[in-house]
């Protein structure tokens, strides 16, 4: 059992060897100050050992010198520290443009995966190798924590929002995946597999037999079912503002403010119709907080994104987006 | 000369007064600094039950020993004694309590009665814990997440929370009492900069109590209420914002790290200055870094969050402070070493505990900054390699910060002196057993281990095995200062005033002190650790 144990993690993202770049330098960083202190203790304390029982230490009250000596280098070398891994975290943080998305919900012990051709999976996730996916991901209970050591990523699931990731996979392979954050009795159970494949196997998995509807079809008719369609009208104005090209749109509200439409939003706006009332509508629409899972909700989400043109529909998991550069400092637009 | 003659010159604090009732209504700070001293010795040895049920656990990647439910109770109930009811009150409440006033020329404390209230409160919390503990435990996490704490969680949540509420106020109390002590107390002649650097410490870790641990009793105080009433304060099922709770949480733990090591910070000053026999290196850097720590340390608290959704420019900023909190950390270890430099170094056994601190803190604190690191966090948060962290501050700092001052003040505050071979034999153990244990975890925790797991993927056994070996090791060391210290007191040599020659007002007066610490109260002329005529030197 003690064969074959690995020292440091693999690297199977575009994002790991950063991380680990600014990883090895702040061990070295660490090597080098702890040895250096605890050499000159050792040393001092040998050379300057007490050779008789009253002697007594040489009388020095300090150097201003020194002091900012020591008080400057450190500082010189945390703020490069701070720069860099600043960096890296923007760069961890920012989902190019065109990700390939996918919904995730944590739920106690469990992690449910669904892809936008309608694929869905438990504990395990498929994703193609050499292209950006971005996970949109929201928790159904207490908080969870979605984490890919290959990768270096990690993001927590909170209840009432929605977090996202975003990674690269670079080499085929199984990885795990973990519940990072503690979530009650199973959670060590929480646990999970990633499978990174080849985009032509990645394609032949997604079309294999399983697949249901997609999170847009099944929004569609949920749509209908909860009677979302009688306010909200797709031809002319209903009683609730039309959603025709809404999506990452500016929204003004009735309090003069102005919102983007984004997946927050329309979260908020299902779930808590009363906190940001659309300018010029009356606050009738009725919760449907407990009435619609969190699936149900990344589903009515998915419909409503599908409804603008431009842009905003995610790029389905089927066809193939151009391959997106790594490591630009902002978001990268596609360009066509 | 008459038997009342040799009485009155062998009455001392301890046999000044007997009997129970003169203990526990005590309004001596010496007196209630050991029954601080034998209550936070009980609960150590509790977590540490706790701490050895999870390494027994962990030595097999299978969930094997207990069920996951007792598991999480395991960490839980370690997380909350240690932390609550050890670290926080050990070195001020014991130490701080004992020493302070006598340090700076004073009969007592500015508030004896508060003293002993403080000490009341504080066992009334640990009672309410330990109920919780007994009759079925808490499977929170010492971190009281929400809404887990507050909507799904098993067991004693609101037991548990209020003893974490009420020993909270033994804590303001004491740090109240402290600052008034030292601003009020002080001898003639003993100016803000003669001040041992023990009682700086001190006065930085009591403005945290102040000021840190309201937030913490009226955040447990929202989670017990919304357990029991349903407000929708931190659950979002409720309208609630469960990272809230984050904020409230860590606003009073960050800091609460640093309640931690400041005090041991001060004892490690003063050990390094009696042992090597010289004044410290740059007196009045040393004294200011603890108030800078106290400062910036309130301000670091969303490294915490970096994960969970906080934006990235609020992230930027307590990175950045974060960075900031480590540069007077690093200041106090260079002039430690400094202070080292041409002295008269006796290696004794709380000089091996005062080495071990700058040691194993040096490593602790060199790793926070991974931690700060934005990019890093984000893959070794939650995973032992923050596990090893938080124990190198708060194990390696903290508690060998506590047992070298415990082994350098044991003389004064019992008469009786330990065996010094044992001594730093044990010493040695608890550095050995520590490394061994927390060192695997930086490397299990890069690879991915997340904390909290009952059960783990086989590759990483290798380092749990190592980990509870080294625990084994080091729980040896921990329990041998108990039993040398415990026989010492009814078998050891009778302590002289000053054993270890070294400078202080407390090394001044009697072995144990007596009941009023100063016959007369002493005029103070120069700042502690005088030991060479003082001239002014150039360095280097």
Known sequence: MFTNFPLFPQQASAQAGQVDAIYFFMVAVTAFFSILIAGLVVFFAIKYRRRHRDEVGYAIHGSLALELLWTVIPFIIVMVMFAWGAKVFFELYRPPVGAMEIYVVGKQWMWKVQHMDGQREINELHVPVGRPVKLIMGSEDVLHSFYIPAFRVKADVIPGRYNHLWFTATKPGTYHLFCAEYCGTKHSGMVGNIIAMEPQAFQ????????????????????????????????????????????????????????????????????????????????????????????????????????????????????????????????????? | MTDGSKYMATLNYLNNGHGLASWLLTKDHKRIALLYLISITGFFFLGGMFAFMIRLELLTPAGDLMTAETYNKMFTMHGVVMVFFFLIPSIPAVLGNFLIPIMIGAKDLAFPRLNLLSWYIYALGGIFTLVAALSGGVDTGWTFYTPYSTAAANGHVILAALGVFITGFSSILTGLNFIVTIHRMRAPGMTWFRLPLFVWSHYATSLIFILGTPVIAITVLLVAAERVFHFGIFDPALGGDPVLFQHLFWFYSHPAVYIMILPAMGVVSEIVQAFARKNIFGYSFVAFSSLAIGIIG???????????????YAGMIFSILSFIVAIPSAIKVFNWTATIYRGSVSLESPMLYAFGFIGLFTIGGLTGLFLAAMGIDIHVHDTYFIVA????????????????????????????????????????????????????????????????????????????????????????????????????????????????????????????????????????????????????????
């Open chain 1, 204 to 336: 032949a998995w997604l079309g294999g037999g399983g697949a249901s509807e997609s999170p847009v079809a099944q929004g569609e008719k949920l749509f209908s079912d909860l009677s979302c369609n009688t306010c909200h009208m797709t031809g002319s104005q209903g009683r609730g503002p039309m959603l025709t090209n809404l999506f990452n749109k500016p929204v003004e509200l009735q309090n003069g403010q102005s919102v983007i439409a984004d997946e927050a939003y329309l979260r908020e706006s299902i779930v808590n119709p009363q906190a940001k009332v659309v300018a010029g509508f009356q606050p009738i629409m009725p919760t449907f907080q407990g009435l619609v899972s969190e699936e149900q909700l990344l589903q009515l989400i998915s419909y409503v994104k599908s409804l603008s043109t431009q842009g905003a529909a995610p790029a389905p998991a089927g066809t193939t987006a151009p391959q997106m550069p790594q490591a630009s400092d902002r978001p990268v637009v596609e360009k066509k």
């Open chain 2, 298 to 312: 309130f301000l670091v608290w969303g490294h915490h969050i970096f994960v969970a959704g906080q934006s990235v």
């Open chain 2, 389 to 540: 962290h938080f124990h190198y501050i708060m194990v390696g700092g903290a508690i060998m910060g506590y047992l070298g001052g415990m082994h350098y003040w044991w003389p004064k505050i019992t008469g009786k002196m330990y065996p010094e071979a044992w001594a730093k034999f044990a010493a040695l153990l608890v550095f050995v057993g520590f490394n061994l244990t927390f060192f695997p975890q930086f490397l299990v925790g890069y690879l991915g281990m997340p904390r909290r797991y009952h059960m783990y993927p086989p590759e990483f056994q290798v380092f749990n095995v190592l980990s509870t070996a080294g625990a084994t090791v080091l729980a040896v060391g921990y329990l041998l200062p108990m039993i040398y210290f415990t026989h010492s007191i009814f078998r050891g040599e009778t302590a002289p005033a000053n054993p270890w020659g070294a400078k202080g007002l407390e090394w001044e007066i009697p072995s144990p002190p007596p009941t009023e610490n100063f016959a007369v109260t002493p005029i103070v002329t120069h700042g502690t650790h005088q030991y060479a005529p003082s001239k002014e030197v150039g360095v280097v």
